[in-house]
């Protein structure tokens, strides 16, 4: 397929609503969803992003920047997924829980102000990993444009970078609570501990990372480019000190680059500890 054929595909799909609202992150996937949507749909497009204890800092900030910059209407809602107890638990399904309340409050915003469709940010790619908010999606309908048009992760990113989408080379960012291991209950404190952690790391410079969540200590993980900076001399331990100062008691760096989704099965080797 051509580059061309490649986002006419992603508009046809988008074109199959007479409007819709897109569960948008201000991440790269759902970003391109949004710049697609508002070139089909104009007006009829609406973007919307979920505020929650589980939403880290900076995140919306950079949903409305992304926003404004394709020209989409966007707007939040606030969710409740913490008022649903097998979120809290924390089980394997935790996401389906999570996306259930997000696409409950999506269907009702739709069925009150007339949108035909909720349209989300999944590609191609996430149908191969543990995902089970796409059965939630499933549940409510939810379309997933990117799927529908072949769209994997590479051409996501392409893409966004051909039409200047701020977020193309954005990380992926998902929410707090996954930095929890399963059957840790989710608990606002602790949600707002990780975050203010990650802030602190990221203060130090590096972009790309996440700290795991394990009772008074936590594993900071961090993205292949920043491992090389972490082991310079002094770097170690201005890492530690910054996770100690968001609370917690133990620290340890990961000896390997961060992977996404790693709670899902066997953790990492630990390098560095204190």
Same mark, same amino acid.
């Given at each position: 397929?051509?580059?061309h054929a490649e986002l006419?595909?992603?508009?046809?799909?988008i074109a199959?609503?007479?409007s +819709?609202? *897109?569960?948008?992150?201000g991440g790269?996937?759902?970003? /391109?969803? =949004? #710049? $697609?949507?508002?070139? %089909?749909?104009g007006e009829?497009a609406?973007?919307?992003t979920?505020?929650?204890?589980?939403?880290a800092?900076?995140?919306l900030?950079?949903?409305r920047?992304?926003?404004?910059a394709?020209?989409i209407?966007?707007?939040?809602i606030?969710t409740d997924?913490?008022?649903?107890e097998?979120y809290r638990?924390?089980?394997?399904d935790?996401?389906?829980?999570c996306k259930?309340?997000?696409?409950?409050?999506?269907?009702?915003?739709?069925?009150?102000?007339?949108?035909?469709?909720?349209?989300s940010? +999944?590609? *191609?790619?996430?149908?191969?990993?543990?995902?089970?908010? /796409?059965? =939630? #999606? $499933?549940?409510?309908? %939810?379309?997933?444009?990117?799927?529908?048009?072949?769209f994997?992760?590479?051409?996501?990113?392409?893409?966004?970078s051909a039409?200047a989408i701020?977020?193309?080379?954005?990380p992926?960012m998902p929410c707090l609570?996954?930095?929890l291991p399963y059957g840790?209950?989710?608990?606002?404190v602790?949600?707002?501990q990780?975050?203010r952690a990650e802030?602190a790391?990221?203060?130090?410079?590096y972009?790309?990372?996440?700290?795991r969540h394990?009772?008074?200590?936590?594993?900071?993980?961090?993205?292949?480019d920043d491992?090389?900076?972490?082991?310079?001399p002094g770097?170690?331990?201005a890492?530690?000190?910054?996770v100690?100062?968001?609370?917690?008691g133990?620290?340890?760096v990961a000896?390997?680059?961060?992977?996404?989704?790693s709670f899902?099965g066997k953790?990492?080797p630990?390098a560095?500890?204190?």
């Amino acid at each position: 397929m051509s580059a061309h054929a490649e986002l006419a595909a992603l508009e046809r799909a988008i074109a199959a609503a007479p409007s +819709a609202i *897109v569960a948008f992150s201000g991440g790269v996937d759902s970003s /391109l969803v =949004a #710049a $697609a949507s508002v070139r %089909v749909l104009g007006e009829r497009a609406l973007a919307v992003t979920a505020v929650s204890p589980a939403l880290a800092t900076g995140e919306l900030d950079g949903a409305r920047s992304v926003a404004r910059a394709v020209g989409i209407t966007h707007r939040t809602i606030t969710t409740d997924e913490l008022a649903r107890e097998g979120y809290r638990r924390n089980g394997e399904d935790r996401c389906y829980h999570c996306k259930s309340e997000l696409y409950d409050r999506l269907a009702a915003l739709g069925a009150g102000e007339g949108y035909a469709v909720v349209y989300s940010g +999944a590609n *191609v790619d996430d149908l191969g990993d543990w995902r089970p908010g /796409l059965r =939630a #999606a $499933a549940d409510h309908d %939810v379309r997933h444009p990117l799927v529908e048009s072949g769209f994997r992760k590479e051409d996501v990113r392409r893409w966004a970078s051909a039409l200047a989408i701020p977020s193309a080379d954005k990380p992926a960012m998902p929410c707090l609570a996954s930095r929890l291991p399963y059957g840790t209950r989710v608990d606002p404190v602790v949600l707002a501990q990780v975050d203010r952690a990650e802030l602190a790391v990221r203060a130090l410079g590096y972009r790309d990372l996440r700290v795991r969540h394990l009772g008074t200590a936590a594993r900071v993980e961090l993205a292949e480019d920043d491992l090389a900076k972490a082991r310079t001399p002094g770097a170690p331990a201005a890492i530690v000190a910054a996770v100690i100062a968001a609370g917690y008691g133990t620290v340890q760096v990961a000896e390997q680059p961060l992977r996404s989704g790693s709670f899902t099965g066997k953790l990492l080797p630990l390098a560095i500890s204190t």
